[in-house]
């Protein structure tokens, strides 16, 4: 010390020191979670100077509404992790939390967070699935995965179609804290449509939908039939399959079968999809066939074939009754003119024309009076 009168003696010197860098606060301290007892801490490890180590940290509490409360350890074992629940917290009660570095002997200031309530932490649900739209061919293994979360844990519940999803050796539900899951084994064409998880707690609700959209083969057509027959041909109509198999339907594959043989022959493989009927012409005369068409999809998939019944290839009608003689009208040097009544029986359908033929009388030979059948 010194004043006007001089310098007084040196006192006791301190112990050795070594100049360092002060202890740095653990970084980023924030809450991850609360309750009505509960508080859960994490923070970033602080960077330290080369050559030390962070040992540990040291976590406090104290409510903030009272001046004179005093800080108190949390944890009574050494800390190493980055985060911490703190117990044994009053219901409604505020406090201020601080975490300390622990660096050798020493410890830093301390971080804080600010004032915390003590009371449940209520969050929405939420849930992010891995996917919204699945699509894959019939026979693999689907999963449906949502990963969720909220605050207090929400209840939730599948649907498939708006109905309860139902649980076979096939389906099965797997749920835990973080995700559910839906497992469709050997998936089939019927597994397809709109999933859906509903997640509700005190927050609110959340609902998920995911669209499944399984690959097979096209349905049947449907309502087959043998429209009309002739002679020589006959005309099959039908109506579009219900169930395009998951993609457009493109076309129709149309065989036929004479009934004597045991080989399917097809008629054509590229009839569109909006032409429901077709004539099979160059069908033999009074042999029996069988007709079947199939639906092809965009995934060239061919759906099941539909079989009419044996047909019998005959015409419905049967010839005109004989014609009477014709009348001679009037004679000319070079012509006749002659007229006839129709047949008395047409053969179940109009008359097409008549056939007027002439021969000299010494003659045999008949000769065609017109190049075509006469309407008149």
């Known amino acids: ?56 940290y040291i976590v406090e509490k104290r409510e903030s509404d009272v001046e004179e409360s005093k800080w108190v350890k949390a944890n009574y074992e050494n800390l190493i992790d980055t985060h911490f629940t703190v ?18 002997e020493y410890t830093s200031p301390g971080a804080l967070t600010d004032p915390i309530i003590a009371r449940e932490d209520v969050r929405p649900p939420y849930a992010v699935p891995d996917k919204t739209k699945l699509e894959d061919n019939a026979g693999k293994t689907l999963v449906l ?11 939730l519940a599948w649907t ?5 999803l139902r649980l076979t050796d096939r389906v099965s539900i797997d749920t835990t804290a973080t995700q559910t899951k839906v497992t469709i084994k050997n998936c089939e064409r019927a597994d397809s449509g709109k999933y859906q998880v509903t997640l509700k707690n005190d927050g609110g609700d959340k609902l998920v939908p995911i669209m499944v959209n ?4 096209p349905g049947k057509v449907l309502n087959m039939q043998i429209e009309s027959v002739t002679h020589d041909s006959a ?25 004597s043989r045991r080989l399917w022959e097809q008629v054509t493989a590229t009839l569109h999809i909006r032409m429901t009927t077709i004539t099979l012409r160059r069908l033999t005369n009074r042999h029996e066939y069988v007709f079947r068409v199939a639906a092809i999809n965009q995934n060239a998939e061919t759906g099941a ?8 290839i005959i015409s419905p009608y049967n010839p005109p009754s004989g014609m009477m003689p014709p009348e001679i009208l009037d004679i000319s040097a070079d012509a006749i003119y002659v007229s006839w009544q129709p047949p008395k029986d047409d053969g179940g359908t109009e008359i097409d024309g008549y056939i007027l033929e002439y ?10 009076a017109t190049k075509e059948p006469t309407t008149d």
């Open 359 to 368: 021969k000299d009388k010494n003659s045999y030979r008949w000769q065609a």
């Open 87 to 104: 117990k044994g917290l009053l219901y409604g009660k505020r406090y201020i939390f601080r975490v300390r570095t622990i660096v050798g």
């Open 305 to 312: 074939f539909v079989e009419t019944k044996p047909v019998k």
């Open 160 to 164: 498939k179609d708006d109905k309860i």
């Open 235 to 259: 005309t099959l109509v039908w109506d579009m399959p219900k169930d395009d198999g998951g993609k457009p339907l493109m076309r129709y594959c149309v065989e036929k079968r004479d009934c």
């Open 145 to 155: 995965n949502v990963p969720y979360g909220g605050k207090p844990t929400p209840s």
């Open 214 to 217: 399984v690959l097979d083969k």
């Open 1 to 56: 010390a010194q004043n006007a009168a001089g310098i007084s003696e040196a006192g006791e010197p301190t112990e050795a020191i070594i100049a360092r860098d002060p202890v740095p606060d653990p970084l980023k301290l924030r809450m991850t979670d609360v309750s009505k007892s509960t508080c859960t801490l994490a923070w970033d490890e602080p960077d330290v100077e080369l050559g030390r180590k962070v040992a540990g």
